[in-house]
């Protein structure tokens, strides 16, 4: 498996591994009908942005690794108590 694939698969590098699989796995079951599956996209993309607005406000804050860890993001995700995308 080619190092990005790997990276893109690595847990702790992909806060939104489970979106992405959910969405190219809804593209498999749909014969990639884009329209029945835009819902997964959607969530996809709110959870891009999420994270993406975590890594930012991390980095200005100068916490180190900017993007949290998959525990770390377990433990946000619980204290939160719903899931924000």
């Known amino acids: 498996m080619p190092m990005v694939t790997r990276r893109l698969r690595d847990p702790d590098i992909n806060p939104c591994l ?5 969405s190219t796995r809804c593209m498999d079951e749909n014969n990639y ?3 029945r599956c835009s819902s997964y996209f959607l969530k ?3 959870c891009r942005r999420f994270w993406n607005s975590v890594m930012i ?3 200005q804050n ?5 993007m949290p860890t998959a525990a770390e993001r377990d ?4 204290a939160m108590q719903k899931m924000p995308y």
């Open 44 to 46: 996809y993309k709110n």
């Open 62 to 66: 100068g916490v180190q690794p900017s």
């Open 18 to 22: 489970s979106e992405s699989d959910a």
């Open 33 to 35: 009908d884009r329209e």
């Open 57 to 59: 406000q991390r980095r």
């Open 75 to 78: 433990e946000i995700l619980g």
